[in-house]
């Protein structure tokens, strides 16, 4: 063969990859934007009914990027009719494994943003969601809001409940942070910065906290996708109108065309020994008094402080869940929401401001 014949050869192979790896969806990804890079989805072998994963995109979180409005991220994170499932607050066992379940069904990877105080009461539904292959990610220790509060309980808010959430996971978590009602600060921005932590906003509120009917919660959800195209959508895994309707939600978005993209680190967040050492007295505590309590008193529960109330089951002192997982029914009852106040005090602003001992 001559040298001429050879270059047209290796060029029309060359062509030819080229073409095949432009039309695989799963290759294409989005522009890399924020340390962002298309990565091959799972598949569901024999499953090609189910909506599943489309892409997993890995994330370098060097530097504390931010994704998700207001500003382009989110945009260049997902391509059209593409959305990141995320849900915030957990794990809360009587509403988490439904979820669970019906992301399962249809093969779907999502991201948990979880409290660490609620990650110590139930590390077995913690480890379940995440042997299942979602992402574990960060939302503080107790859902204060960081906007409201001082820079150094701030800063024990976002370490503890990573220590805590790593503890409870027994390994370490992706480095992606959600602040508690989006209460964003520009101090703690800039410590999550230091920290190599992402921080991951929404661009369609599920408003699942505002009402207990499934019906609802997916209407808002696929109205505002109907405007702007795509997204990263926010739930809530302690919330019944989620839980009802999580499964009737994805098969509308797979009759509709939308694609799920999951999101995944490109390395674990690091801890701080001295974080560490707190979270592992707590966990200790709340061993010691849950062996103290009859099963039949173990409930996760949590207060009703008004309208600004937080939007997370406080688990009691002894930091109990159900002893089984318990399933949901068709008629979802509302949560329990005893006047009960967390034992943290807001107002220490002393070496330790959030009162850990």
């Known amino acids: 063969m001559t040298l001429a014949a050879r270059l047209l050869l290796v060029c029309g192979i060359m062509a030819a990859a ?31 009914d189910t909506l599943g994963t489309s892409r997993v995109v890995e994330i370098d979180t060097a530097g504390g990027p931010r994704f998700g409005v207001p500003g382009p991220e989110p945009f260049a994170l997902l391509n059209d009719r593409e959305v990141v499932l995320t849900f915030d607050d957990g794990p809360m066992r009587r509403y988490t494994r439904p979820i669970l379940d019906a992301l399962d069904e249809e093969c779907v990877k999502a991201t948990f943003f979880v409290v660490g105080r609620m990650a ?25 809001r960081l906007d409201r509060i001082g820079a150094a309980a701030s800063k024990q808010e976002i370490e503890l409940g990573l220590s805590a959430t790593s503890l409870a996971l027994g390994r370490p978590v ?6 508690p009602y989006l209460g964003e600060s ?12 992402a921080t991951v906003a929404i661009d369609i509120d599920s408003r699942d906290f505002l009402t207990r009917n499934p019906s609802v919660m997916r209407a808002n959800v696929m109205k505002q996708l109907a405007q702007k195209g795509r997204g990263i959508i926010l739930f809530h895994d302690i919330q019944p109108a989620t839980a009802g309707g999580l499964r009737a939600l994805l098969l509308e978005l797979k009759q509709k065309g939308y ?16 974080f560490d050492a707190m979270a592992e007295r707590e966990a200790q505590r709340r061993k010691l008094a849950l062996s103290t309590q009859p099963l039949a008193d173990r409930s996760a ?12 089951p406080w688990a009691p002192e002894n930091g109990a869940v159900p002893a089984s997982p318990v399933s949901v029914p068709a008629a979802l009852p509302p949560p329990v929401r005893p006047n009960l106040k967390p034992s943290i005090d807001d107002d220490s602003w002393a070496t330790n401001p959030l009162g850990i001992r």
């Open 186 to 197: 520009s101090a703690m921005r800039a410590y999550l910065k230091t920290r190599n932590m």
């Open 120 to 144: 110590l009461s139930d590390p077995d539904t913690l480890r379940d969601t995440e042997a299942r292959g979602h992402t574990i990610a960060l939302h503080t220790w107790s859902h204060k």
């Open 301 to 312: 529960v949590w207060p009703n402080t008004g309208a600004d109330s937080e939007r997370l």
């Open 18 to 48: 080229l073409l095949a790896g432009a039309s695989d969806p799963l290759r294409a990804g989005p522009a890399e934007s924020s340390g962002s890079q298309a990565a091959t989805a799972a598949s569901c072998p024999g499953r090609p």
């Open 174 to 179: 992706a480095p992606f942070f959600r602040f």
């Open 259 to 274: 694609k799920v993209v999951h999101i995944v680190p490109k390395g674990p967040a690091a801890t701080l020994p001295e």
